[in-house]
T-cell receptor
């Protein structure tokens, strides 16, 4: 079975550019999560969707970040404009329902120059 | 407040047992998890324990839960070089709260 799929796996961009990260959750999972991992702050939950509806977006750093889940099989995390401090690994995770037992994708490594 | 703590590093000899420890703060957590992260990879769910259990064993992995002390441990028997990774414990409240991770290094 396919796990959580993320694209791209690596992204290098210049400050000010728009970045879009993509995620396909495991089929049948109703909850989707976006995380950011950095050396300084560890793993941070950015936003959590349940049945395509955002439940908790308190971790979204600022208005430059936005996330959408137009259907049960696709989500995007957009950063516009990007800044060097956004450089991190961004993970998508999904679960059957709710915050428990989450399965993670391989991550997108973002470098903003 | 929400805070999950782990020691940062653990170094063991191949073939020995590894014990990774974690303390958490929320006694209402329903599940507690162990994830493994290899270099350049995502987090792999290793095992989990329900809060009303004291112990769970899964092949080389043994999870011990002490709810009174809010202490969770992961024991890896017969540790192999392929076990070298960062191990995260996590508790569930209204979201999944991760510890800082323990980097396990296995040497021959």
């Amino acid at each position: 079975d396919a796990g959580v799929i993320q694209s791209p796996r690596h992204e290098v961009t210049e400050m000010g550019q728009e970045v879009t990260l993509r995620c396909k959750p495991i089929s049948g999972h109703n909850s989707l999560f976006w995380y950011r991992q950095t050396m300084m702050r560890g793993l941070e939950l950015l936003i959590y969707f349940n049945n395509n509806v955002p439940i908790d977006d308190s971790g979204m750093p600022e208005d430059r970040f936005s996330a959408k889940m137009p259907n049960a099989s696709f989500s995007t995390l957009k950063i516009q404009p990007s800044e060097p401090r956004d450089s991190a690994v961004y993970f998508c995770a999904s679960s059957f329902s709710g915050v428990e037992t989450q399965y993670f994708g391989p991550g997108t490594r973002l470098l903003v120059l | 407040g929400e805070d999950v703590e782990q020691s940062l590093f653990l170094s063991v000899r191949e073939g020995d047992s590894s014990v990774i420890n974690c303390t958490y703060t929320d006694s209402s957590s329903t599940y507690l998890y162990w994830y493994k992260q290899e270099p350049g990879a995502g987090l792999q769910l290793l095992t989990y324990i329900f809060s009303n259990m004291d112990m769970k064993q899964d092949q080389r992995l043994t999870v011990l839960l002490n709810k009174k002390d809010k202490h969770l441990s992961l024991r890896i028997a017969d540790t192999q070089t392929g076990d070298s990774a960062i191990y995260f414990c996590a508790e569930t409240t209204d979201k999944l709260i991760f510890g800082t991770g323990t980097r396990l290094q296995v040497f021959p």
